[in-house]
């Protein structure tokens, strides 16, 4: 192979840099580093936008919740301003139920009083029927011995006996009567028991609303 064909005989001649094309190549080169200056900076930038963003995120998640607290605090106020202006009429119902529970209490010890009067006048009128009925016997033994001593006197004697069964039928109605009052008796102890039973339970919620009312512990 010739070497000249590889190797020109003459290399060409440089150019010669002017200074107005020096100085263009330098405010390219200055421009382009202040480029990439401000294309780092500008990343560099970015990147703490994003974590300030994280955590403005963050905390605002935190001020929605203290948001919600006081938006529940403030119902909850409305609430309680709410019971207690629903409560002020209890007072006076209370009030009553006290009247009431004394006037029952009243009630009852008199249904009471007057049990014991007609349990008294029902034993009473057991003993007078056992007397009668002794006078009965007594009488049909007279009547008996009368009309074994006087034959005469059987017209007398049946009258007498009349008389007897007319107050036998007395001492049973007298029986059935106190029978009777005595099941009007256990009726009106049993009216007064629940009126008492009622009473005691009206106390009871009435000390149970007072104590819910005042912060104590409920029922």
Not at 68 to 83: G, V
Not at 163 to 173: P, T, Y
Request: net charge neutral.
């Amino acid at each position: 192979m010739n070497s000249k064909h590889v190797f020109p005989s003459k290399l060409p001649a440089s150019r010669s840099v002017t200074p107005g094309g020096l100085a263009s190549i330098i405010l390219v080169v200055v421009a382009a580093l202040v480029l990439v200056f401000l294309l780092n900076r500008t990343q560099h930038n970015a990147v703490e936008i994003r974590g300030a963003a994280a955590e403005i995120a963050t905390s605002g998640r935190g001020i929605n919740e203290y948001t919600d607290s006081i938006l529940q605090l403030n119902r909850t106020n409305e609430l309680a301003t709410s019971i207690l202006e629903s409560a002020k009429p209890l007072d006076a119902t209370l009030t009553d139920i006290n009247g009431l529970a004394s006037e029952i209490d009243t009630t009852v010890a008199g249904i009471e009083g007057s049990a014991t009067g007609i349990a008294t006048s029902a034993r009473s009128i057991n003993s007078s029927a056992a007397t009668i009925k002794g006078d009965v016997t007594k009488i049909n033994e007279v009547a008996t011995d009368i009309s074994n001593s006087a034959a005469g006197i059987n017209a007398n004697a049946a009258k007498i006996l009349t008389s007897a069964s007319a107050i036998e039928r007395g001492i049973k109605m007298i029986n059935g009567n106190a029978a009777k009052a005595a099941k009007v008796v256990s009726g009106i102890l049993a009216d007064a028991r629940g009126i008492d039973t009622t009473a005691v339970r009206s106390d009871h919620l009435a000390g149970c609303i007072d104590s819910g009312l005042n912060g104590g512990p409920k029922c």
